[in-house]
């Protein structure tokens, strides 16, 4: 008896033994916890819709370039790259012992397959159509030709080569975040349940442990990673949140390590009682209203511009919103590279009495007046933010007469029915893919994106910016994408309202969170400080 007691005892020993180890390790682990803007529709890096979806997404996956903290390309799946002279020809050559997160070897092979994956129309990609530079990319999106003829070429399992039909100095931008790989011997085992947990193969920092929709995606760090070496965190959590009030008290509560949007009433309390954890930066990024231009009496640009001219810009960001945006009289933000000189649209320097007067002589002009009031369908997301937003601006209509009806809508919904065509006016956060100004307009070009939600087509336009787009001379390029700019201004296929801040919440004891305007912030980079 008193030796079964004393086989007890040790069996008890031993497991308070490995509890203990365990509650160690588990305390011991550097669990990071961010909050987001919503719940992500794929874990596909090729179907991704949101900048929630992408920062998941750079977490998980590293192209043949990635991101430094300053989110500048640096090499990531390839070690090096050479560009012609003419701007044309890109060489990739191959890190080393590259491994998938199962530990099958990864090489130029896996990047040809991704770049043909991504560029198949079946694939549906909503972000194929930022590699149209690529020799036959845009036949190949069409249908008109296979995906072999894409001018991307293996020439042995350590050298990548892209070929482009015309220059396109933006081009690493776009391969550091958008030219994540696929791997094909899951993909084409698992087909579309590829991306559930027990199935998911990365090449990033982390990897998929858990994805519970409306509550979180959690990442584990990916001991294939082929700098996990200097990876500092152990899991990631993304923690997504339509309601901005209650992802605050959630960072309140210690619940959460960062935070990329925070209420803008809260900002004074903020600034009071934890300013150490403020980060409000200028965005790569324009709040719009957008029209829909072949919707009636929105086709008439008489109409946009007087809607437009209403709107006391100046009262929406320093009354409304009070978090650091800027007035926005033009598309392109100022935190894009090589555009100095940037167009403003006319009426930018009357006064709002003198704006009114000429909004209401335009509506009038286009058979609106009294008896016969335009109405507006505002559609936004449902949020506090733009329900207040939203109300401002159809008081500032009203004062031209306009009736607005406010149709708030979830967030999901609202993308589905722009990508669709089904609004009138409609809200949009137009956020940047790269620094190229160029590129910020892209989405107005009828011929070279599928996203042009306004059906904005403008030969005038089109015509410009195909010239812009083509050229690879950078002043040559910034003074053609200035004309068509300004082109579109006059046209008003969408209203700018301001161009928007980032408001972020970070713990001082989080180190490798660099303030940039593209809003990149890779895991992969963050440490908690000693």
């Not at 529709?41 to 992408?54: N, Y």
């Not at 020809?89 to 998938?100: E, H, I, N, Q, S």
């Not at 800027?326 to 100022?334: F, G, V």
């Not at 059906?455 to 336009?461: A, L, N």
Request: proline residues 7%; aromatic residues 10%; contains cysteine.
């Amino acid at each position: 008896m008193a030796r079964s007691q004393k086989c007890i005892e040790a069996v008890a020993f031993a497991m308070c033994v490995v509890l203990m180890a365990t509650s160690v390790l588990a305390q011991d682990l550097r669990v990071f916890r961010r909050g987001g803007s919503g719940d992500p529709e794929s874990l596909d890096p090729h179907k991704l819709l949101s900048a929630f979806e992408s920062t998941i997404m750079t977490d998980m996956f590293v192209a043949l370039a990635t991101t430094s903290p300053e989110d500048d390309p640096i090499p990531g799946s390839a070690e090096s790259w050479t560009i012609s002279d003419d701007g044309l020809t890109y060489t990739f050559d191959m890190r080393d012992g590259l491994l998938w997160s199962d530990g099958t070897p990864i090489d130029a092979y896996d990047f040809l397959y991704t770049f043909r994956r991504q560029l198949d129309p079946a694939t549906a990609s909503r972000t194929a159509e930022y590699f149209t530079p690529i020799l036959n990319a845009e036949a190949v999106l069409r249908g008109d030709l296979p995906v072999e003829s894409l001018g991307v070429e293996a020439t042995d399992s350590d050298t990548l080569v892209i070929r482009l039909a015309y220059p396109a100095p933006y081009l690493m931008d776009i391969l550091a975040i958008d030219a994540r790989p696929a791997p094909k011997h899951v993909v084409e085992k698992f087909g579309a349940e590829w991306t559930r947990p027990e199935n998911m193969v990365v090449n990033g920092p982390f990897k998929l442990a858990e994805w519970s929709p409306g509550s979180h995606v959690k990442l584990v760090k990916n001991d294939y990673f082929y700098d996990a070496e200097n990876v500092q965190l152990d899991e990631v959590y993304h923690v997504p949140s339509e309601d901005m009030n209650t992802a605050f008290r959630r960072f309140q509560s210690g619940e959460l390590n960062a935070l990329v949007f925070f209420p803008p009433n809260q900002l004074s309390v903020i600034q009071e009682t934890m300013p150490e954890s403020l980060r409000v930066t200028p965005g790569l990024t324009t709040e719009l209203y957008l029209f829909n231009t072949k919707q009636p009496p929105f086709d008439d640009v008489r109409v946009r511009r007087a809607l437009s001219m209403a709107v006391d810009r100046e009262t929406l960001v320093n009354r409304v919103l009070r978090t650091g945006e800027t007035p926005a009289y033009s598309y392109i933000p100022p935190t894009v590279r090589n555009y100095e000189k940037r167009p403003k649209a006319d009426f930018a320097n009357l006064t709002m009495e003198e704006r009114r007067v000429e909004a209401k002589r335009l509506l009038t002009e286009a058979g609106f007046g009294p008896g016969n009031s335009l109405v507006v369908p505002l559609r936004y997301n449902t949020q506090d933010l733009q329900a207040r937003q939203a109300a401002a601006i159809g008081a500032m209509w009203q004062q031209i007469g306009v009736q607005t009806e406010l149709f708030n809508t979830e967030r999901k919904m609202l993308a589905s029915d722009r990508m669709n065509n089904n609004f009138s006016v409609a809200r949009y956060l137009h956020v940047a893919g790269n620094y190229e100004p160029a590129s910020f307009i892209q989405f107005l070009q009828s011929d070279l994106s599928s996203r042009n939600f306004t059906q904005y087509d403008s030969e005038t336009f089109n015509a410009l910016f195909l010239k812009a787009w083509h050229v690879n001379d950078p002043e040559e390029r910034a003074r053609l994408t200035y004309e068509a700019e300004q082109q579109a201004l006059a046209d008003q296929p969408m209203i700018p309202l301001y161009f928007y801040s980032g408001r972020r919440l970070v713990r001082p004891n989080i180190s490798g969170w660099v303030d940039n305007a593209r809003g990149v912030y890779p895991s992969r980079w963050l440490a908690f400080k000693e």
